[in-house]
């Protein structure tokens, strides 16, 4: 209770005139330190700009913030990477991780050696493989193709990119890891209530989080009263059974293979060594439910950010494009109409579009903080000795924002990741900027399908800016792209009609 009993003691403020005020601000960081519903307060109502969730609190600059009242928050950029990699035993704070409703997957799990366990069942098959190259290179062609329908048949409409990369980011995740794709792309129209879903189960997940009811409550309501009331946990429950199918439907593969049929999700972990308790339908069901949950919303979402920044910044948007033109020159002899510039071929001689990714990433709206718990040792953070079994958080907008790091943060300036830049600071010098670009996480809890999402981003951007090189703007600015709610990943402005939108002619 230390950091309240500091707050309580400050004397009220001054205003310009010399009237002594109550500072407001200090009773509200008193009352988040005593009670985690102010911050539930903060979250379930849709008009406060939150931010991280964090940094509202704040009555001064400080590095360590206690914001509920078991938790301690720590804003350093430095200390980032010897946090979360300073032991694989880290455990995660099952009150806060709870919000999504699926305490049995391995984003979820709480305690560090089942984590160990779970992941070590799922890792195989997010390990990037020739099979996986071409899954993602089909998808990317059936994207190119539909906006080439677009074009052709609704040239003077605007096409809502945010909705469809959600679709398009679906149909990859769903294609490399079930039997099954949802085949999102193949809908007409840009399925308006696909991108509706994820929002509401977005909120949905806040309740859920400080009231633990919220998806237990809808899912026990009839189907009839769901139609009326809530649209989109309709769809949601739809995919399950489509989901719940596939898992009764799969075998197990060949213990270590990843190749035949049954090379999916499923048969890969009803073939692990997992222990029968973690091998029900119900867990299957929510580790799936996390795989293309994070598959689709983080990786449509970090497309649509780094499309929007290429679109209004023109002479990114020249270099990138001249780059791709003499790659693409170099590196094929014909490369038709269907066919793809491949990851290895973008990877290795497209050094300007791997800048222009990272700088997407790190401007992407991922706005949640990760909570962990050391059970073995006690941190040390400077003058700070935190007992063992205290959770501790950092956010990854604090790392990605830092003026001290990133200068002018805000802007988007993919010459920053270039070795040659000239306004490199003094820690990006010394450790590397990679070092601060953390949105896979960092350690043993860190994002499993990072190899495949990196390769899913590189084959989308780089051929979607080679084939589609008319794309404008239409009726979007950095309103419609700033994240304004924490709902876990970034949420956009609630009232307006918030998401990129583009005109291909």
Request: with cysteine.
């Amino acid at each position: 209770m230390a950091l309240v009993l500091e707050f309580v003691a400050q004397k009220p403020r001054k205003t310009p005139d010399g009237k002594r005020v109550q500072d407001h601000r200090v009773v509200a960081k008193v009352l988040l330190a005593m009670n985690a519903k102010v911050e539930g307060y903060h979250h379930v109502r849709p008009w406060i700009i939150m931010g991280s969730g964090v940094g509202r609190g704040r009555v001064k600059p400080r590095n360590v913030v206690r914001i509920n009242p078991w938790e301690l928050h720590i804003c350093d950029p430095a200390f980032f990477n010897q946090f979360y990699t300073s032991s694989s035993k880290l455990d995660k704070d099952p009150w806060y991780y709870n919000f999504a409703g699926i305490p049995r997957s391995t984003f979820a799990t709480s305690s560090a050696a089942v984590h160990r366990q779970r992941r070590g069942a799922i890792s195989k098959i997010f390990t990037s493989s020739p099979e996986t190259s071409n899954q993602i290179e089909e998808c990317v062609q059936r994207l190119v193709d539909r906006l080439r329908c677009f074009l052709r048949d609704s040239p003077a409409e605007p096409v809502r990119m945010s909705t469809l990369y959600w679709m398009f980011a679906s149909d990859v995740v769903t294609t490399c890891m079930m039997p099954v794709s949802t085949q999102y792309m193949t809908h007409p129209g840009s399925a308006p209530h696909y991108a509706r879903m994820f929002k509401t189960l977005a909120k949905v997940a806040l309740w859920n989080r400080h009231f633990s009811i919220g998806f237990t409550l809808l899912a026990s309501l009839p189907r009839c009263i769901l139609d009326h009331t809530a649209g989109p946990f309709v769809e949601l429950l739809k995919m399950q059974d489509g989901f719940v199918a596939q898992i009764k439907q799969s075998k197990p593969d060949a213990p270590g293979s990843l190749n035949g049929e049954n090379a999916h999700l499923p048969a890969h972990l009803l073939a692990s060594k997992l222990p029968v308790q973690d091998k029900t339908t119900l867990r299957f069901l929510e580790e799936i439910n996390m795989i293309i949950g994070a598959g689709t919303e983080a990786v449509g979402a970090a497309i649509s950010i780094t499309t929007y920044y290429l679109l209004s910044t023109p002479h990114a948007q020249a270099k990138l494009l001249s780059e791709l033109n003499i790659t693409a020159a170099n590196q094929y002899a014909d490369l038709g109409t269907t066919e793809v510039l491949s990851y290895a071929i973008l990877q290795q001689h497209c050094p300007y579009l791997g800048a222009c990714i990272k700088e997407g990433l790190r401007l992407s709206k991922e706005s949640n903080r990760l909570p962990r718990i050391n059970r073995q040792s006690p941190t040390v953070y400077g003058d700070y000795t935190i007992p063992a079994g205290t959770v501790i958080s950092m956010s990854l907008r604090d790392v990605h924002l830092d003026p001290s790091v990133f200068p002018s943060p805000q802007a988007f300036i993919p010459e920053r990741w270039l070795p040659d830049h000239p306004d490199r600071p003094a820690c990006a010098i010394k450790t590397g900027l990679e070092n601060y670009l953390v949105p896979f996480g960092r350690g043993a809890r860190a994002c499993v399908g990072r190899a495949i999402a990196m390769e899913e981003l590189y084959v989308t951007i780089g051929n979607l800016f080679y084939r589609m090189t008319t794309m404008q703007l239409w009726d979007t600015d950095d309103e419609d792209m700033r994240m304004a709610h924490d709902f876990f990943s970034g949420g956009s402005i609630t009232g307006k009609d918030a998401g990129l939108k583009v005109m291909l002619e």
